[in-house]
T-cell receptor
Framework: GQQLNQSPQSMFIQEGEDVSMNCTSSSIFNTWLWYKQEPGEGPVLLIALYKAGELTSNGRLTAQFGITRKDSFLNISASIPSDVGIYFCAGQDTGNQFYFGTGTSLTVIP | ETGVTQSPTHLIKTRGQQVTLRCSSQSGHNTVSWYQQALGQGPQFIFQYYREEENGRGNFPPRFSGLQFPNYSSELNVNALELDDSALYLC??????????FGQGTRLTVV
């Protein structure tokens, strides 16, 4: 199945630092979603983006839907230990199917 | 709390057996999708059901099949299990053209 290219693959940062990760696709998407997954759990929705160029915030999280509709980024400001987890981007195509990125594993060092 | 629940949470099956996984969707959601997530990978789309009919399918063989019921609960059936079918199986429910909310998953181990 199709997968999106997500980078970086993993990050190790100090508590308080900002984090940035992005996702690119060869296909155009109508919707971009960002999820966080912790061990043994299903992904939890963080932010949903519906329009090209849209910039949306959820607390310390900010995400943008790229103008080309082929990319998106997620920023986390002032990271804290509970931000630890795997972050996935997902794109929804015109057929209402979701395609997931390969994930970014985030470790926050206190 | 997403309102999407899956059962069982863990399951061990023998190669060649059949398995049925269940998902109870959030009230008001008319689509349900199933995903397979292998260790260290992102979820892979299996198929989606909308109003009880299959509405899209990923690159999975026919031995993966599903059902969606009028109360928006859903089943994933896998026949002739193979060792590579061992994975976390996730269902996600939503409304057409809106975001999907995931259950906690069923961890299937095939031995």
């Amino acid at each position: 199945g199709q997968q999106l290219n997500q980078s970086p693959q993993s990050m190790f940062i100090q508590e308080g630092e900002d984090v940035s990760m992005n996702c690119t696709s060869s296909s155009i998407f109508n919707t971009w979603l960002w999820y966080k997954q912790e061990p043994g759990e299903g992904p939890v929705l963080l932010i949903a983006l519906y329009k090209a160029g849209e910039l949306t915030s959820n607390g310390r999280l900010t995400a943008q839907f790229g103008i080309t509709r082929k990319d998106s980024f997620l920023n986390i400001s002032a990271s804290i230990p509970s931000d630890v987890g795997i972050y996935f981007c997902a794109g929804q195509d015109t057929g209402n199917q979701f395609y997931f990125g390969t994930g970014t594993s985030l470790t926050v060092i206190p | 709390e997403t309102g999407v629940t899956q059962s069982p949470t863990h399951l061990i099956k023998t190669r060649g057996q059949q398995v049925t996984l269940r998902c109870s969707s959030q009230s008001g959601h008319n689509t349900v999708s199933w995903y397979q997530q292998a260790l260290g990978q992102g979820p892979q789309f299996i198929f989606q059901y909308y109003r009880e009919e299959e509405n899209g399918r990923g690159n999975f063989p026919p031995r993966f099949s599903g059902l969606q019921f009028p109360n928006y609960s859903s089943e994933l059936n896998v026949n002739a299990l193979e060792l590579d079918d061992s994975a976390l199986y996730l269902c996600a429910s939503g409304r057409q053209d809106t975001e999907a909310f995931f259950g906690q998953g069923t961890r299937l181990t095939v031995v």
